[in-house]
């Protein structure tokens, strides 16, 4: 906003420098900067190019170049956005109309996707989705109670995800779909769809909820703006894919036999192979940011068991109960652990010393005890904030810890992977150590 001292003390908060607008305007420009809306009045008009701005709500009257303009910033094709969204509150079609008027046909395509062609494109999708669907009707859905519409949904999930790359197959058509509906409305064959690209989208976050990723893309966030903010696909429903699934206690402990027999029982295969890679996939991610050995270990066997599913040796059933087996493991190493008398950060210097048998067998599991409590104590008193930056530290420690590890005899052609190992360790901890210093 731009003013003078003269104007009211309740705007002078508002009232930015030209410094601090053009400040503004960069971290617009920045798609990956936390400010994700503007207002503006007469701003930003000439010369203002963002090509990741996407949609743009419209409440003053505007006409000839000026409105031309405005609609210009939000027609920059950019990665995944193939045109913008403009919300129209005062109906200004009629001058929008007028304002190309005053234009060559050239211009006229450069500032604005024609619809036609939006929705043929809408239409081609619209297909491709149907296909993956092949014999399945998922129309039925339309048809049947709240209860049937979610075992609906849960049968659909599993069918998509029995196919091959089935999830990643309908995850592009469906997003390329919604994209070309979004600029599609309020286009008639546009609505005539709507309520089926609505079921595809709710498929679609159902398979989501077990999909291992960390969090929603830029897709899915422009996805969901663009629907609702044409309020063209309206959905009420909220899917529990443990409720749906039969899963009663997936957050209680994942581990305990009742939950594996749940999982193991449950008629939808795919699903279940898909619900239980993510549970396994969401605790080696956690014990990751402690332990370094058995992280990597339970990593590397839940890979292997996926890759053979995925180059179809063995079926869903099959590898659902070597997933199952996996969890087994993964809980008796926790229970192992606790048995060793040993805190947490010592345990997990404890299974790094011990990825070499040959120093299991010579020196006893006493003796990698008291190096584990050792090594803790040690890289304690010399871990910096900026040790893993610093040279001369990380020369220093891996003095200290070759020192120790040559005091207990530990086989020395295995000291320096060792020494490797242990650092790479306490390079997982040395953030919560440092906050304690």
Request: aromatic fraction near 8%.
């Amino acid at each position: 906003m731009t003013g003078s001292a003269a104007d009211s003390p309740l705007w002078q908060q508002h009232i930015r420098t030209k410094e601090r607008r053009e400040k503004l305007a960069d971290r617009m420009r920045d798609p990956n900067d936390e400010m994700k809306l503007a207002i503006v009045r007469d701003m930003w008009l000439t010369g203002f190019d963002v090509p990741c701005l996407h949609t743009m709500y419209l409440d003053k009257p505007m006409k000839g170049h000026g409105l031309m303009q405005a609609i210009a910033r939000v027609n920059r094709v950019y990665k995944d956005k193939s045109g913008g969204l403009i919300v129209d509150y005062l109906g200004i079609a009629l001058q929008l109309k007028e304002a190309l008027a005053y234009y060559s046909e050239s211009d006229r395509l450069e500032t604005a996707i024609p619809q036609d062609e939006a929705v043929a494109v809408m239409l081609e999708k619209y297909e491709v989705v149907k296909a993956l669907f092949g014999k399945f009707d998922y129309r039925r859905y339309f048809t049947s109670s709240a209860a049937e519409q979610t075992q609906i949904i849960t049968i659909a999930i599993d069918y998509l995800l029995g196919l091959e790359d089935g999830k990643k197959r309908y995850f592009q058509a469906v997003a390329e779909l919604s994209k070309a509906f979004s600029l599609s409305v309020p286009h008639e064959e546009a609505l005539k769809i709507r309520d089926e690209v609505g079921l595809f989208q709710v498929i679609r976050a159902g398979i989501a909820k077990i999909e291992p990723v960390s969090g929603p893309t830029d897709t899915d966030y422009g996805m969901a703006i663009k629907q609702i903010v044409s309020k063209a696909v309206v959905s009420d429903k909220v899917i529990d894919i443990y409720s749906a699934t039969g899963i009663k206690t997936p957050t209680i402990d994942i581990f305990s036999d009742q939950s594996m027999e749940e999982v193991k029982d449950m008629p939808q295969k795919n699903v279940a192979l898909e619900l239980l890679r993510k549970l396994l996939n969401d605790e080696i991610k956690s014990m990751m940011r402690r332990n370094l050995v058995k992280s990597r270990s339970f990593a590397d066997m839940l890979e292997k068991t996926i890759l053979k599913y995925q180059n179809r040796t063995i079926e869903a059933a099959q590898v659902i109960l070597e997933l199952l087996e996996l969890a087994k493991k993964m809980k008796m190493e926790k229970e192992e652990g606790k048995k060793l008398g040993l805190s947490e950060d010592e345990i997990a210097f404890y299974d790094a010393l011990c990825v070499n048998e040959s120093a299991i067998a010579e020196l006893g599991d006493k003796t990698l005890k008291q190096m584990a409590r050792e090594l803790v104590e040690m890289l304690r008193k010399n871990t910096t904030i900026d040790w893993t930056i610093k040279e001369n530290v990380q020369a220093r420690l891996r003095v200290y810890v070759k020192k120790l590890l040559r005091k207990y005899h530990y086989p020395p052609d295995k000291q320096e992977s060792a020494t490797q190992t242990v650092l790479e360790q306490a390079n997982l901890l040395c953030k919560d150590w440092s906050g304690g210093n």
